[in-house]
């Protein structure tokens, strides 16, 4: 799950990502999605998808990242619930336009950005988790470039 991003991070460190989480979703402040493949069993949960929005030196920019557990992965649903997350910032004209940052050797989530619409911008070096790493940078426009 976490090779392209710099491998696990540390489980004492779990609990206050997820308290922290959960109280920006509550508040409305970034959409944390659990991706479920069946509403019939809705305690199947195959991953994530979340938008938020943060500080860059460049300005305050959307971002938007996914994660699929590995039984569930190479079957669209990455694809499938990030066109839909898109689809739904795009009914409610909020975020703008949104980034992604993926690892340039992440071929499934570069897969993910070429084939939901957006666009390659240029190759650039994110830090994450007290690591760097060279990312593609891609953008998309909900309102007008959702394939
Ligand atoms: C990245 C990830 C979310 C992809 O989810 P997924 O549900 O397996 O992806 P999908 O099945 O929706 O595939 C999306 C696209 O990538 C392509 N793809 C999927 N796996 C691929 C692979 N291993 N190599 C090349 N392309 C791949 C698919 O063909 C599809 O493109 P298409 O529509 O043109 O056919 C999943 O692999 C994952 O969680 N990885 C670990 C965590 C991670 O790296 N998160 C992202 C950080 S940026």
Request: proline share 6%.
């Amino acid at each position: 799950m976490m090779a392209d991003l710099g491998g696990p991070q540390p489980r004492e460190e779990m609990a206050a990502k997820v308290r922290r989480d959960a109280e920006q979703a509550a508040a409305d402040l970034a959409w944390f999605k659990m991706i479920v493949p069946d509403p019939a069993t809705p305690e199947v949960v195959a991953g994530t998808v979340t938008l938020w929005s943060h500080h860059t030196d460049d300005g305050p920019i959307s971002e938007i990242g996914w994660m699929v557990l590995p039984r569930f992965q190479g079957q669209g649903l990455g694809k499938r619930a990030v066109r839909m997350l898109l689809a739904r910032a795009r009914d409610e004209s909020r975020w703008g336009v949104v980034h992604a940052f993926p690892a340039t050797s992440n071929a499934a989530s570069n897969g993910i950005c070429r084939s939901v619409g957006f666009r390659f911008v240029s190759e650039t070096d994110v830090a994450f988790a007290g690591r760097v790493f060279r990312t593609n940078h891609w953008s998309v426009d909900p309102g007008t470039d959702l394939a």
